[in-house]
């Protein structure tokens, strides 16, 4: 059974910095790409970032890049979404996914809210 937990979201300050990650079971973690979503309410969800298997290649999008930073660890099975300088317009609800045979898979979501 594929389970994604994402946890690390949180009430920040304009400028601040969160550390959000998520832990993977039930698949082979280290063949698959993985990405973070965001969601706000009324609105699609939003590709944030994307890693590859290995890990030697991340596509942020135009949006945070130079400000998100997506990583992970094939040992333990986790993928990390370091964000820095963050500004209002990143407060959402972030999710952890990940696409096998075809079907999305989607954590529970960590908010994150960022304001003065």
């Known amino acids: 059974q594929v389970q994604l937990v994402e946890s690390g979201g949180g009430l920040v300050q304009p400028g601040g910095s969160l550390r959000l990650s998520c832990v993977a079971s039930?698949?082979?973690?280290?063949?698959?790409?993985m990405n973070w979503y965001r969601q706000v309410p009324g609105k699609e969800r939003e590709l944030v970032a994307t890693?590859?298997?290995?890990?030697?290649?991340?596509y942020p999008v135009d949006s945070v890049k130079g400000r998100f930073t997506i990583s992970r660890d094939n040992v333990k099975n986790t993928i990390n979404l370091q964000m820095n300088n963050l500004k209002p317009e990143d407060t959402a609800v972030y999710y952890c996914?990940?696409?096998?045979?075809?079907?999305?898979?989607w954590g529970q979501g960590t908010q994150v809210i960022v304001s003065s």
């Open positions: 996914n990940v696409l096998i045979r075809g079907r999305p898979r």
């Open positions: 890693i590859t298997n290995t890990g030697h290649s991340t």
């Open positions: 039930g698949f082979t973690f280290r063949h698959y790409g």
